[in-house]
């Protein structure tokens, strides 16, 4: 096996299954864009989602224990993370559009916290999408809450101790109930 300066892209596709809600010691948590507790109770539906009313506002996620497991999560550069969420609000319908104005939060290595854009990536039914973010440097809109892209360096040193990964939990700024589905994420990398 030698070296060389050609480099020719691979993917791979990762299912991971993480246990029911009821397997975890404490249902998923919902916290604040800094990581904090929200204060917002999480209840359990049906073993296979985690539900949490939100009464304002404010923007509050879910935390995906799943990544943390194992804190090198070099593999994902570049990768999808897929994962099922249902709504319901009262006030008006949630759009796609709302979807999409949505942000994942990474934080990895020195408390570096890169903030992702999240898109539709397939809708389910009038109450329900499959999200998606795109772990790429391009898709980053801030880092430590100032706008802008990451090197890919800064990136890469992220990604090797992933801390949490934050996945977006509020779609409206009126009251809302937002679930999220807890027994599929979807990772799909390409490596060049």
């Not at 949630?94 to 916290?113: D, E, K, P, Y």
Request: hydrophobic share 45%; proline share 5%.
């Amino acid at each position: 096996m030698g070296i060389t300066d050609v480099c020719t892209s691979a993917s791979f596709t990762a299912v991971r299954s993480p246990p029911p809600v009821t397997a975890y010691e404490l249902p998923l948590e919902v916290l604040d864009e800094s990581g904090q507790p929200s204060g917002l109770e999480v209840t359990v539906k049906q073993g296979t989602m985690v539900e949490v009313i939100i009464p304002d506002s404010r923007s509050v996620y879910w935390r995906d224990p799943s990544l943390t497991d194992e804190p090198n999560q070099l593999h994902l550069y570049g990768g999808k993370v897929l994962f099922v969420v249902q709504w319901e609000s009262s006030a008006t319908n949630i759009t796609f559009s709302m979807l999409s104005s949505t942000n994942a939060i990474l934080v990895g290595r020195h408390n570096t916290a890169l903030k992702f854009r999240v898109a539709v990536d397939s809708a389910i039914d009038e109450s329900s999408a499959t999200l998606a973010v795109q772990l790429s440097v391009e898709n980053v809109i801030a880092v430590n809450k100032s706008d802008g892209a990451p090197t890919r360096k800064l990136m890469l040193l992220t990604l090797s101790d992933v801390k949490y990964l934050l996945l977006p939990a509020s779609f409206h700024s009126r009251s809302h109930i937002s679930r999220l589905f807890v027994f599929l994420s979807i990772i799909i990398a390409t490596i060049s």
